[in-house]
Nanobody, 121 residues
Framework: QVQLVESGGGLVQAGGSLRLSCAAS????????MGWHRQAPGKQRELVAA???????NYADSVKGRFTISRDNAKNMVYLEMNSLKLEDTAVYYC???????????????WGLGTQVTVSS
């Protein structure tokens, strides 16, 4: 079984910083793209940032210049460094990854359970 577990969420004042981590574990043959999505109350889940296995990144316009996604392929981890946090960044943040569990199974997109990020004024 493959699991993604996020950590690092919490309460922070506007203008502050947080670093989210996500660890993939279990039966893992290879990992392609990894990323972070978020969902605020009453809103749809949206892409925050994504990173390919080669390190190419993609960001939502709302976080460009403030958030940085990175990954450690040796540890099967992805990170999200969040700076200059705004009230509107408050959401549950979900990690996702395109993982091939074994050489003979197809790639599937896995999701973590999410971690709450709350930005206060």
């Amino acid at each position: 079984q493959v699991q993604l577990v996020e950590s690092g969420g919490g309460l922070v004042q506007a203008g502050g910083s947080l670093r989210l981590s996500c660890a993939a574990s279990g039966s893992i043959y290879s990992i392609n793209a990894m990323g972070w999505h978020r969902q605020a109350p009453g809103k749809q889940r949206e892409l925050v940032a994504a990173i390919t296995s080669g390190g190419s990144t993609n960001y939502a316009d709302s976080v460009k210049g403030r958030f940085t996604i990175s990954r450690d392929n040796a540890k099967n981890m992805v990170y999200l460094e969040m700076n200059s946090l705004k009230l509107e960044d408050t959401a549950v943040y979900y990690c996702n990854a395109d993982i091939r569990p074994t050489a003979w199974r197809p790639t599937f997109q896995y999701w973590g359970l999410g971690t709450q990020v709350t930005v206060s004024s």
